[in-house]
């Protein structure tokens, strides 16, 4: 089993920045993507960044993309999504994954949910205008 838990989150007016951390623990070899999910008010939950943990590749939403930046530190288990010039549609709360299966996910399906095994609790983003 792994455990995931989400650090960083806040409130913060549009243009800002905010650092998300989630660390890892439990069963960690296993694991080869991590990634962050999103959940807006009264919206579905949906991919934001992965990371192959293997080669360091991410991959992006496009309303995301040049905004935020995802990364890890494998000597401390933590994954990282560094966010700039937020804005009010990035309110949600963000969700870190993992994926403990193995495999590799094809190009189209690395931010689909349920390619991902382990969930956080999630942390509260909020950006004002």
């Known amino acids: 089993q792994v455990q995931l838990v989400e650090s960083g989150g806040g409130s913060v007016q549009a243009g800002g920045s905010l650092r998300l951390s989630c660390a890892a623990s439990g069963y960690t070899d296993s694991l080869n993507y991590m990634a962050w999910f999103r959940q807006p008010p009264g919206k579905e939950r949906e991919g934001v960044a992965t990371?192959?943990?293997?080669?360091?590749?991410?991959y992006y939403a496009d309303s995301v993309e040049g905004r935020f930046t995802i990364s890890k530190d494998s000597a401390k288990n933590t994954m990282y999504l560094q966010m700039n010039s937020l804005k009010p549609e990035d309110t949600a709360m963000y969700y870190c994954?993992?994926?403990?299966?193995?495999?590799?996910?094809?190009?189209?399906?690395?931010?689909?949910?349920?390619?991902?095994?382990?969930w956080g609790q999630g942390t509260q983003v909020t950006v004002s205008s």
């Open positions: 994954a993992a994926r403990g299966r193995g495999g590799q996910i094809r190009v189209g399906r690395k931010l689909a949910a349920d390619e991902y095994d382990y």
């Open positions: 990371i192959y943990l293997g080669k360091s590749n991410t």
